[in-house]
């Protein structure tokens, strides 16, 4: 450990700059405190600002909302070859098959 170590701590619950819903989004995600730490730079003041970066990064990875996924329909060509392999493996089985005979 150095001597110009930085540990920059945010405490979701007890922010004000938070709403209920970010604050929920937050708890839930990375819990009741972020911490960030930077001892990288030989000065402190350096390494205050990575480590202030650093936090604002997790919490904006925090608060982010993932993008709906728009759901995805087959093409129709892809449909028509997975209907033909099938087709061409049901008749593979069917060669197969002994011949009926007459009894």
């Known amino acids: 450990m150095t001597a110009s170590r930085v540990e920059a701590v945010f405490d979701v619950e007890a922010s004000r ?14 819990g009741p405190v972020i ?6 730079a030989r000065g402190q003041a350096r390494n205050r600002e990575l ?14 909302t993932p993008r709906r996924r728009r759901p ?4 129709r060509a892809s449909r028509e070859r997975r209907l ?3 087709r061409r493996a049901g008749e593979r089985k069917r060669t197969r098959r002994p011949p009926r005979g007459e009894y």
Do not use: Y
Request: charged residues 35%.
């Open 17 to 30: 700059s938070l709403d209920e819903g970010q604050r929920e989004r937050l708890l839930g995600r990375v």
């Open 35 to 40: 911490t960030a730490v930077a001892q990288d």
């Open 51 to 64: 480590a202030l970066r650093r936090l604002a990064e997790k919490i904006a990875a925090g608060l982010a």
């Open 72 to 75: 995805t329909r087959p093409t």
């Open 84 to 86: 033909e392999e099938k």
